[in-house]
Structures are given as structure tokens and as C-alpha cells.
T-cell receptor
Framework: KAGVTQTPRYLIKTRGQQVTLSCSPISGHRSVSWYQQTPGQGLQFLFEYFSETQRNKGNFPGRFSGRQFSNSRSEMNVSTLELGDSALYLC????????????FGSGTRLTVV | GIQVEQSPPDLILQEGANSTLRCNFSDSVNNLQWFHQNPWGQLINLFYIPSGTKQNGRLSATTVATERYSLLYISSSQTTDSGVYFCAVGDYGNNRLAFGKGNQVVVIP
């Protein structure tokens, strides 16, 4: 079966712009989580969506937001981009939101210039 | 939140050698997973192992939940084992994972 699909794979944006990243989970998976990976901070949890509701949120400013649609696809949005937002953004899906069966996508590499 | 420490941070192995990676965590968890990040950035799930021992080919993992640590064993290492290995844990009632900083493994032929 198809894995977790993230689009786009690469993105270059200018400071002050906004960006939307997309994540399509494995069919049947209802939980989608987002992570930011940077060389300095490592992998950090952004938020988790389950059945269209945000269930957990990490310690990121309000410029980072997300949503989940009825087909479980999720998007995350970053507004007013800063240079420090340059990172690999990874999403993971799991069947029931228990963390078991976490499967990650290939990520979106965002560069802010 | 839960703190996760991995050791050693960097490891260079000769092909064919065995190695042990360690993950210590600061609190009780109901979810512990090991991942391998390939050179393209994708995280591959190796084990879901909140307790006990599992084996998959040349890889095996053991978690001693009462002592708050987990070990990942790589036997007869191959160059394809190179990459970063992450330990990630989830605490009770919370479905998010806290990651360690990883073990960078380089296997040389």
C-alpha cells in the first residue's frame, strides 16, 4: 500500500512569506503528526491531528498552524517566515493515534532566504 | 517533558563489526520506537518496543522499562547501516514522540 506522501519535497521561500505543506497519510490512518528537524534543535514535535481535531501541540509560536481534512490528509502552514524556519518538515501517520505504527513521509525541505 | 539521551553520539564501524546503541529516558513511557534516518532524510521505523526484546534480521532491540533505557544492537554491520539512529518515546496519555539527538553511525568497508 502507498506510504505517507508529503508535498512538495523542496521549497524555497523568502522571509515574510507564508507556506503550506501537505501530508497524505497511509490509507486508514487517522492520526497525523508533524515534526520539525533542524541541525541545532533536532526533531521537535509540532502538532498532532486526529479525526480533524488538533489533539496535541508542541512549543512553537502561533505562526505554525495546521489542519486535517475529513479524508485524514493534513496541511501545515507557516506564516511570516523567518530564516530560522528553514528545516526538514516531517509528517507521520499512525492508525489510531497511539503512536504505534508510526510511519514517516520523506519530508519537505524548506529553505527560507 | 520527557528527556531522551542517546549514546554514543558518533560511531565509526568496520564492516562486519557489531555495535550497541543506548537510549536513556527520564520518565515512564508507554511508547518507545527506534528509527533509522536514511541519507535522503526519511525516517524508517525499525522497532516499536516499549518493553521486552525484539529481533529483525541483524538488528535487535531491548527495552528495560523499569530502568528507563533501551538498547539497539547491530550485528555484522554493513555499509547500508550507515545513517542516524533515533530513539523516540511517548509518555502516558500523550501521543507525541520526544526524540533523542540520535546516533550517527558510519560503517566503512
Amino acid at each position: 500500500k502507498a506510504g505517507v506522501t508529503q508535498t512538495p519535497r523542496y521549497l524555497i521561500k523568502t522571509r515574510g512569506q507564508q507556506v503550506t505543506l501537505s501530508c497524505s497519510p497511509i490509507s486508514g490512518h487517522r492520526s497525523v503528526s508533524w515534526y520539525q528537524q533542524t541541525p541545532g534543535q533536532g526533531l521537535q514535535f509540532l502538532f498532532e491531528y486526529f479525526s480533524e481535531t488538533q489533539r496535541n501541540k508542541g512549543n512553537f509560536p502561533g505562526r505554525f498552524s495546521g489542519r486535517q481534512f475529513s479524508n485524514s490528509r493534513s496541511e501545515m502552514n507557516v506564516s511570516t517566515l523567518e530564516l530560522g524556519d528553514s528545516a526538514l518538515y516531517l509528517c507521520a501517520s499512525s492508525p489510531a493515534g497511539s503512536g504505534y505504527g508510526y510511519t514517516f513521509g520523506s519530508g519537505t525541505r524548506l529553505t527560507v532566504v | 517533558g520527557i528527556q531522551v539521551e542517546q549514546s554514543p553520539p558518533d560511531l565509526i564501524l568496520q564492516e562486519g563489526a557489531n555495535s550497541t546503541l543506548r537510549c536513556n529516558f527520564s520518565d515512564s513511557v508507554n511508547n518507545l520506537q527506534w528509527f533509522h534516518q536514511n541519507p535522503w532524510g526519511q525516517l524508517i521505523n525499525l522497532f516499536y518496543i516499549p518493553s521486552g526484546t525484539k529481533q529483525n534480521g541483524r538488528l535487535s532491540a531491548t527495552t528495560v522499562a523499569t530502568e528507563r533505557y533501551s538498547l539497539l544492537y547491530i550485528s555484522s554491520s554493513q555499509t547500508t547501516d550507515s545513517g542516524v539512529y533515533f530513539c523516540a518515546v511517548g509518555d502516558y496519555g500523550n501521543n507525541r514522540l520526544a526524540f533523542g539527538k540520535g546516533n550517527q553511525v558510519v560503517v566503512i568497508p
